[in-house]
């Protein structure tokens, strides 16, 4: 069966780091662009960064830039998010998820709502505290 598995959170000081991965199995993986969405404690889903299903385009959100950094490894079925810099606000579950990127090989998705795609996870913690 499909399964998303994220993997990395944890505890962490403000300004330190993190990477995160998220482990795709029972789906062509190489056929789905890729996102991750965060949901920090009693907010909203936000979409934070998204990838082609190349690897070779990626987006992310102005909260994040410069700081959080996308990946995937194709032949790993995995997904990346390093996350530098931590700050307290970065505090949140963080879920991937997946879109069936149809004919376009340079297409990626940006939205924040669980229903929109097609694949999600169960999300891991990042709690960054002093």
């Known amino acids: 069966q499909v399964q998303l598995v994220e993997s990395g959170g944890g505890l962490v000081q403000p300004g330190g780091s993190l990477r995160l991965s998220c482990a795709a199995s029972?789906?062509?993986?190489?056929?789905?662009?890729m996102s991750w969405v965060r949901q920090a404690p009693g907010k909203g889903l936000e979409w934070v960064s998204a990838?082609?299903?190349?690897?070779?385009?990626?987006d992310i959100a102005d909260s994040v830039k410069g700081r959080f950094t996308i990946s995937r490894d194709n032949a790993k079925n995995t997904l990346y998010l390093q996350m530098n810099r931590l700050q307290r606000e970065d505090t949140a579950v963080y879920y991937c998820?997946?879109?069936?990127?149809?004919?376009?090989?340079?297409?990626?998705?940006?939205?924040?709502?669980?229903?929109?795609?097609?694949?999600w996870g169960q999300g891991t913690q990042v709690t960054v505290s002093s």
């Open positions: 990838v082609n299903r190349g690897g070779t385009v990626t």
């Open positions: 029972g789906f062509t993986f190489s056929s789905y662009a």
């Open positions: 998820a997946a879109k069936h990127s149809g004919s376009s090989s340079n297409y990626y998705y940006t939205g924040s709502a669980k229903g929109r795609y097609d694949y």
